[in-house]
């Protein structure tokens, strides 16, 4: 029987168990936290229809580009439906602050699509011909469309060395309707050697303003481990694993009363990141129960780099980047928290990058609604 489960169970601590002044004061201080956690966490329900489902592109390169599926995945039903998939990939996929409408960029041109089921997009303009856009939006000051473009400036490449030393960034800017692209401004920086430059740097950003976007980056930044707010509460290792070289900590979870998860994490004060390592633990305290979370492809002691996780409706997504891979090797695990299940594992595909988003409403043909929404950015 795990220690964390004795209060409950109105057991003790067995001669052999782990002890010690420092065991003790964390054992007492998880009790306790375990105990406020039951108290004041909601009860986990899975509703007949939540508010949120799971949305991941998967891509497989090949070449200069390659397929990319944009699929959604109903946790609740357990379906797996294909949205829209793309020959050639998509950059710049974001929605609208109210998620009712989604922007992309694909083939050279700008699309919008309603985020709604069996949805069809529309070209919204051309884009200048560049190969290494970012994003696209309206600027309501210039009254034009305006693009983002960011890339290397090839160096001699040495071995084990970064392929670049400098990163260019340009803003493109074209007129109202979306014609007549030039270059308003560009800069080039140095990056001190990096692998691929995707930060964008521009002289004078006040000549940029768009509505903020939910972008993935955005969506996946949400579920970082030091943005989340979420209490760690430093424990002794789950049965069987070791106390060293990292501390274990336990996260409570919010749609999940009396359980939470557990997970060794490097700190490096006094910057607040925190690098967590796989194995991960679902601790029950109301069954006294510690189930290993199945996470095929990550390995034990890997640095489970980027490490993303969000609960919704007692239901846990975890999306970590594979550490053998430089941009590519995204994981993605969707867990059933009444049981720590693992429900869903997208596809193996070069990248898979997935988010919580709102649910996409019905299918319904309203063309006057789609000719008010594409006055609102003429």
Same mark, same amino acid.
């Given at each position: 029987?795990?220690w964390?489960?004795?209060v409950?169970?109105?057991?003790?601590m067995?001669?052999?168990?782990?002890?010690?002044?420092?065991r003790?004061c964390?054992?007492?201080?998880t009790?306790?936290s375990?105990?406020?956690i039951?108290?004041?966490?909601?009860?986990a329900?899975?509703a007949?229809?939540?508010?949120?489902?799971?949305?991941?592109?998967a891509?497989s390169?090949n070449g200069g580009?390659?397929?990319c599926?944009w699929r959604?995945?109903?946790?609740v039903?357990?379906?797996?439906e294909l949205?829209?998939?793309?020959?050639?990939?998509?950059r710049?996929?974001a929605?609208d602050?109210?998620?009712s409408?989604v922007?992309?960029?694909?083939?050279?041109?700008?699309?919008r699509?309603?985020?709604?089921?069996?949805a069809?997009?529309?070209?919204v303009?051309q884009?200048?011909g560049?190969?290494?856009?970012?994003?696209?939006?309206f600027?309501?000051d210039s009254q034009s469309?305006?693009?983002s473009?960011?890339g290397?400036?090839?160096r001699? /490449?040495?071995?084990?060395e %970064?392929?670049?030393? #400098?990163?260019?960034?340009e $803003?493109w800017? &074209?007129?109202?309707e979306g014609?007549h692209?030039r270059?308003?401004?560009?800069?080039?920086?140095?990056?001190?050697?990096c692998?691929?430059c995707t930060e /964008?740097?521009?002289?004078n %950003?006040g000549?940029? #303003?768009r509505?903020a976007? $939910?972008?993935? &980056?955005?969506?996946?930044?949400?579920m970082?481990?030091?943005t989340l707010?979420?209490?760690?509460i430093?424990?002794?290792?789950?049965?069987?694993?070791?106390a060293?070289?990292?501390?274990w900590?336990i996260m409570?979870?919010q749609s999940?009363?009396?359980?939470g998860?557990?997970?060794r994490?490097?700190?490096?004060?006094?910057?607040?990141e925190k690098?967590?390592f796989a194995?991960f633990y679902?601790?029950?305290?109301?069954?006294?129960?510690?189930?290993?979370l199945e996470?095929?492809?990550?390995?034990?002691d890997?640095?489970?780099?980027g490490?993303?996780?969000?609960e919704?409706?007692g239901?846990?997504?975890v999306?970590?980047?594979?550490?053998?891979?430089y941009?590519?090797?995204?994981r993605?695990?969707?867990?059933d928290?009444?049981t720590g299940d693992?429900?869903?594992?997208?596809?193996?595909c070069?990248?898979?990058?997935a988010?919580w988003?709102?649910r996409?409403?019905p299918?319904r043909?309203?063309v006057a609604g789609?000719r008010?929404l594409?006055?609102?950015?003429?």
């Amino acid at each position: 029987m795990p220690w964390w489960s004795d209060v409950e169970l109105g057991g003790s601590m067995t001669p052999g168990s782990r002890s010690g002044p420092r065991r003790d004061c964390l054992r007492s201080a998880t009790v306790a936290s375990l105990l406020l956690i039951a108290a004041c966490t909601p009860r986990a329900s899975h509703a007949a229809t939540p508010d949120r489902v799971i949305t991941y592109i998967a891509q497989s390169w090949n070449g200069g580009g390659g397929r990319c599926e944009w699929r959604i995945f109903d946790p609740v039903s357990r379906n797996d439906e294909l949205f829209r998939s793309f020959e050639r990939g998509c950059r710049g996929l974001a929605w609208d602050s109210t998620e009712s409408y989604v922007e992309y960029m694909e083939s050279g041109k700008f699309y919008r699509v309603e985020w709604e089921e069996d949805a069809q997009p529309w070209p919204v303009v051309q884009l200048p011909g560049t190969w290494d856009l970012q994003n696209c939006w309206f600027n309501p000051d210039s009254q034009s469309w305006q693009a983002s473009a960011a890339g290397g400036v090839p160096r001699t /490449w040495a071995r084990n060395e %970064p392929y670049y030393a #400098r990163c260019h960034s340009e $803003l493109w800017q &074209s007129d109202r309707e979306g014609e007549h692209w030039r270059i308003a401004q560009a800069d080039t920086t140095d990056c001190g050697g990096c692998w691929f430059c995707t930060e /964008w740097k521009i002289p004078n %950003p006040g000549a940029v #303003r768009r509505s903020a976007p $939910l972008g993935l &980056s955005q969506l996946q930044a949400r579920m970082a481990i030091d943005t989340l707010g979420a209490q760690l509460i430093a424990i002794p290792p789950p049965g069987g694993e070791s106390a060293v070289p990292y501390d274990w900590y336990i996260m409570p979870l919010q749609s999940a009363p009396g359980r939470g998860l557990a997970l060794r994490i490097r700190q490096h004060p006094p910057s607040p990141e925190k690098t967590p390592f796989a194995p991960f633990y679902l601790l029950d305290r109301r069954r006294g129960t510690e189930r290993i979370l199945e996470t095929p492809g990550l390995a034990r002691d890997d640095n489970a780099s980027g490490l993303r996780f969000l609960e919704r409706d007692g239901f846990l997504l975890v999306l970590s980047k594979d550490p053998r891979h430089y941009t590519a090797g995204k994981r993605n695990y969707v867990f059933d928290l009444s049981t720590g299940d693992q429900i869903f594992h997208p596809p193996q595909c070069e990248s898979v990058t997935a988010v919580w988003v709102k649910r996409p409403r019905p299918a319904r043909v309203d063309v006057a609604g789609l000719r008010r929404l594409r006055e609102r950015f003429r």
